[in-house]
T-cell receptor, first 111, second 115 residues
Framework: DAKTTQPPSMDCAEGRAANLPCNHSTISGNEYVYWYRQIHSQGPQYIIHGLKNNETNEMASLIITEDRKSSTLILPHATLRDTAVYYCIVRPFVGTYKYIFGTGTRLKVLA | DAGVIQSPRHEVTEMGQEVTLRCKPISGHDYLFWYRQTMMRGLELLIYFNNNVPIDDSGMPEDRFSAKMPNASFSTLKIQPSEPRDSAVYFC?????????????FGPGTRLTVT
């Protein structure tokens, strides 16, 4: 079973920040939080990952709470091309290579 | 790099027929994953390989499904005999075990329809 809980859907206005929450209250100390997204009919695409510090790359920012029980993916200026299903996954950084995908959040960016 | 290549992109077959899906991972990647995606069950990991050796096949639904990786640049997922409930999109992904991020790169998928 997936170890994460996400809202099933969200809307965001184009040009605004999209904040996608994820609950992972049972996360272990050696587990990282990964985010992937799946644009319609394509394979999932890696976005970002983190352990306990906030992370930023060219695609997004990841904010992880101090207790690590939840996180938020931030798309700073959402565009129509960001419309996709966003998956939050927790996985140990060493050991298993398995991802367990949950149901994700379907983000719709509105013009 | 061409990315992960899957073929065919679409497959329509009749119940009872054998179906073979193919995958070419990114050159140099040592992990290969097969996933299945349906509306009802979402994205499920079926099996994954490391250096051509199957590591975990616990997600393979039943004996009708088999996967092989004869070399580092090719893998197949075979369904024999196929059933309508096997209709899904099948994704192949590859990963580099020594990479810092260890992210998985997914192919475009094969949409299988069994009538």
């Amino acid at each position: 079973d997936a170890k994460t809980t996400q809202p099933p859907s969200m809307d965001c206005a184009e040009g605004r920040a999209a904040n996608l929450p994820c609950n992972h209250s049972t996360i272990s100390g050696n587990e990282y939080v990964y985010w992937y997204r799946q644009i319609h009919s394509q394979g999932p695409q890696y976005i970002i990952h983190g352990l306990k510090n906030n992370e930023t790359n060219e695609m997004a920012s990841l904010i992880i709470t101090e207790d690590r029980k939840s996180s938020t993916l931030i798309l700073p200026h959402a565009t129509l091309r960001d419309t996709a299903v966003y998956y939050c996954i927790v996985r140990p950084f060493v050991g298993t290579y398995k991802y367990i995908f949950g149901t994700g959040t379907r983000l719709k960016v509105l013009a | 790099d061409a990315g992960v290549i899957q073929s065919p992109r679409h497959e329509v077959t009749e119940m009872g027929q054998e179906v073979t899906l193919r995958c070419k991972p990114i050159s140099g990647h040592d992990y290969l994953f097969w996933y299945r995606q349906t509306m009802m069950r979402g994205l499920e990991l079926l099996i994954y390989f490391n250096n051509n050796v199957p590591i975990d096949d616990s997600g393979m639904p039943e004996d009708r499904f088999s996967a092989k990786m004869p070399n580092a640049s090719f893998s197949t997922l075979k369904i024999q005999p196929s059933e309508p409930r096997d209709s899904a999109v099948y994704f192949c992904a590859s990963s580099l075990g020594t990479a810092r991020l260890r992210e998985q790169y997914f192919g475009p998928g094969t949409r299988l329809t069994v009538t």
